[in-house]
């Protein structure tokens, strides 16, 4: 098990940047698949960025061209940069971890297959 801590969000106007961190315990952090999610009121969690054990990053279609997320294996971190925020990216969002997906992207972008969630943060974009 690992344990996971959100911070970073905040109040940003559209067009506006956020990064987002998530620091992490435990031993063997670089053995985990590393995402974020978010989730809007009224809206299922949906997958943003993910950062792989292997080292490669993959994006949700809406984040391609405006988010990046990097780990640090060393530090236990992994973070989420947002740039040209809009309104539409108001949710609370989620890091996740684990270690179980087995390589599989299916797998990897369902929020129902991550073990270990922080507790969320805010972020909030106005127009």
């Known amino acids: 098990q690992v344990q996971l801590v959100e911070s970073g969000g905040g109040l940003v106007q559209a067009g506006g940047s956020l990064t987002l961190s998530c620091a992490a315990s435990g031993r063997t952090f670089s053995v985990y698949d590393l995402a974020w999610f978010r989730q809007a009121p009224g809206k299922e969690r949906e997958f943003v960025a993910g950062?792989?054990?292997?080292?490669?990053?993959y994006y949700g279609n809406f984040a391609k061209d405006r988010f990046r997320v990097s780990r640090d294996n060393y530090q236990k971190t992994v973070s989420l940069e947002m740039n040209n925020l809009n309104v539409e990216d108001t949710a609370i969002y989620y890091c996740?971890?684990?270690?179980?997906?087995?390589?599989?992207?299916?797998?990897?972008?369902?929020?129902?297959?991550?073990?270990?969630w922080g507790q969320g943060t805010q972020v909030t974009v106005s127009s």
């Open positions: 950062a792989w054990n292997g080292g490669n990053q």
């Open positions: 996740a971890a684990s270690a179980r997906l087995g390589g599989s992207l299916r797998n990897r972008l369902t929020s129902s297959r991550y073990d270990n």
